[in-house]
T-cell receptor, first 113, second 113 residues
């Protein structure tokens, strides 16, 4: 069964600190992996998208990594800001039906001053 | 540039009532989707439309119908609302013009009492 699992479920960090969110998936055949940021009460917004051949991609203070062999991805946030408080969702699509996405349940991040 | 616009933002229905959620995108995308998001769960696909004139069931289609009115618009209809359909609904679109990034609307909060 295609699944995407994220950890931790929630995380609290102090402003300025770094953090890493994890995503493990069992989607096959793998097409691409996306990370989304969802602010409370808003729709998800794309941060990164990686295909099989990419193992790292950055978007400002956000850096995503992908290990297709172990089927793991991480999202690293550097020098966190209060505005980083949100849910971060890992989304994986399968090659044979790339328009059908498998969503993780997200990691809720709270950045405190 | 509005992106993906969905209405209404909030709605309260009585059990058995019907309603339609409207969605429009201005990015000339071929593919459009309707998802629901429930607490502690990943987004789940209700219906999708790979291109104008086609619609297909997703993971949780029961109790819903859709119409791809034209390339811009994709509506979701609840014929006889049930309390189990209380959720947040997101419309999304995807197209080659945006590098396969999926864009989400701001969400529609639906409560069925």
């Amino acid at each position: 069964k295609n699944q995407v699992e994220q950890s931790p479920q929630s995380l609290i960090i102090l402003e300025g600190k770094n953090c890493t969110l994890q995503c493990n998936y069992t989607v096959s055949p793998f097409s691409n992996l996306r990370w989304y940021k969802q602010d409370t009460g808003r729709g998800p917004v794309s941060l990164t998208i990686m295909t099989f051949s990419e193992n790292t991609k950055s978007n400002g203070r956000y850096t995503a990594t992908l290990d297709a062999d172990t089927k793991q991805s991480s999202l690293h946030i550097t020098a966190s800001q209060l505005s980083d408080s949100a849910s971060y969702i890992c989304v994986v699509s399968a090659w044979d039906s790339s328009y059908k996405l498998i969503f993780g349940s997200g990691t809720r991040l709270l950045v405190r001053p | 540039n509005a992106g993906v616009t969905q209405t209404p933002k909030f709605q309260v229905l009585k059990t058995g009532q019907s309603m339609t959620l409207q969605c429009a995108q201005d990015m000339n995308h071929n593919s459009m989707y309707w998802y629901r998001q429930d607490p502690g769960m990943g987004l789940r696909l209700i219906y999708y439309s790979a291109s104008e004139g086609t619609t297909d069931k997703g993971e949780v289609p029961n109790g819903y119908n859709v119409s791809r009115l034209n390339k811009r618009e994709f509506s979701l209809r609840l014929e006889s609302a049930a309390p189990s359909q209380t959720s947040v609904y997101f419309c999304a679109s995807r197209g080659l013009s945006s590098g396969n990034t999926i864009y989400f609307g701001e969400g529609s909060w639906l409560t069925v009492v």
